[in-house]
């Protein structure tokens, strides 16, 4: 299918219609890595310590397009599945996916909708699985919406029968299937009006990108006078320490007339020692973030970050002027994994299934071979 940005119409090639605008999106970051005497600057905010006026402008500028167009190929990556669900007779995608897809889908175009994507189709889509996942709640909203717009004439018997027959259904949603809030534990309703985030702590959702649930991850930065560089290389310590755990070598000693023998592991045991001189730990600075009236992800100390366990963490390694992201995974029995050049996070089952089928990361086509 050909995709006409400038006419704005996509036609059907939405999946290639998220890659050209992911592909844009890394061009505007490239631009604002040129720009001499570049801070850096955190994904969310203004370039810290500008060398600058018009350096500072010219960064922002192209860090804001390069937020946009991220935006716009996650909108259409999904969307294609959603179109398809629509306009073909059969899917290979389960309910729940589709439902969390859509749920996903109408929290992002809520303010905006991009050109070519429909919402009556992201709406019925939606709606229909709401039945299926008995979320009635949200699928009378959902009906009601589409009540107000304007809906094909394929759809619109479905709709009008269905938008009676699910007031006979209990109006409240199935508890299990509310997202619950990885970093205050708070229970979420389907939908927030203020975007895709915690209505407690304004967490913003991070998604699996390919069935689309919640996954159970904490963002959290360094303090201000560490680097990304130093924060990686005290993560990294927990390999390390390892690697002298499994070094370890027995030593013969002779005192006093007596043989002993010992394991040659002093130097481990000083930097355990050494690692719990504030007895902080990475749950309790979670602990006091929770009555803070906007979002700030956690800020650790060198101590807790070299009491991080390295497969605990996800680190996603954003190209200059912007910073690399920080995730600690609560439920670390769950395998993770980021594409680490889109830096999409998959259930790295989901990952390894779509790479046996395509050879690629589904969202930016780059080639990856199956795990031996």
Not at 17 to 31: G, R
Not at 162 to 180: G, H, N
Not at 257 to 281: I, L, P
Request: some cysteine; proline content about 5%; aromatic content about 12%.
């Amino acid at each position: 299918a050909v995709v006409s940005t400038q006419s704005g119409h996509y036609g059907r090639g939405f999946s290639d219609a998220s890659y050209y605008f992911w592909k844009l999106s890394m061009a505007y970051l490239s631009l604002a890595n040129q720009v001499e005497d570049k801070p850096m600057m955190s994904n969310n905010s203004k370039p810290e310590h500008p060398q600058g006026e018009q350096a500072e402008d010219e960064i922002v500028k192209y860090v804001n397009r390069f937020h946009d167009f991220q935006h716009r190929a996650e909108i259409y990556y999904v969307y294609e599945t959603l179109y398809r669900y629509t306009e073909e007779p059969f899917t290979s995608y389960l309910p729940e996916a589709l439902f969390n897809m859509a749920r996903f889908l109408i929290q992002q175009v809520n303010s905006e909708v991009p050109a070519g994507v429909s919402k009556v189709a992201i709406l019925f889509t939606l709606a229909k699985q709401s039945r299926s996942m008995e979320a009635y709640k949200l699928g009378r909203h959902c009906f009601d919406k589409l009540q107000g717009l304007k809906v094909p004439y394929r759809y619109q018997q479905a709709v009008d029968l269905a938008s009676i027959t699910i007031r006979s259904k209990p109006f409240r949603d199935k508890e299990e299937i509310l997202p619950v809030c990885s970093k205050c534990s708070a229970t979420n309703p389907l939908l927030n009006p203020a975007g895709d985030q915690c209505i407690t702590c304004f967490q913003p959702f991070v998604h699996s990108f390919y069935a689309f649930e919640v996954l159970p991850l904490v963002e959290f930065v360094p303090e201000a006078d560490i680097s990304d560089e130093e924060a990686i290389r005290l993560i990294n310590a927990d390999i390390v320490s390892n690697n002298k755990k499994a070094g370890g070598s027995w030593r013969e000693t002779v005192t006093g007339g007596a043989e002993t023998m010992t394991f040659d592991n002093d130097d481990h045991e000083q930097d355990d020692h050494d690692d719990e001189d504030d007895g902080e730990t990475f749950e309790t600075r979670l602990n006091n973030m929770q009555s803070l009236a906007s979002f700030h992800p956690v800020e650790v100390s060198a101590s807790i970050l070299k009491k991080l366990q390295r497969s605990h963490v996800l680190i996603l390694k954003w190209g200059k002027p912007l910073r690399y992201q920080f995730y600690k995974n609560l439920l670390p029995d769950i395998e993770l994994e980021a594409c680490e050049r889109c830096h999409r996070i998959f259930y790295a089952d989901d990952l390894e299934l779509q790479i046996l089928q395509k050879n690629m990361c589904p969202f930016c086509r780059d080639p990856r071979q199956p795990r031996e």
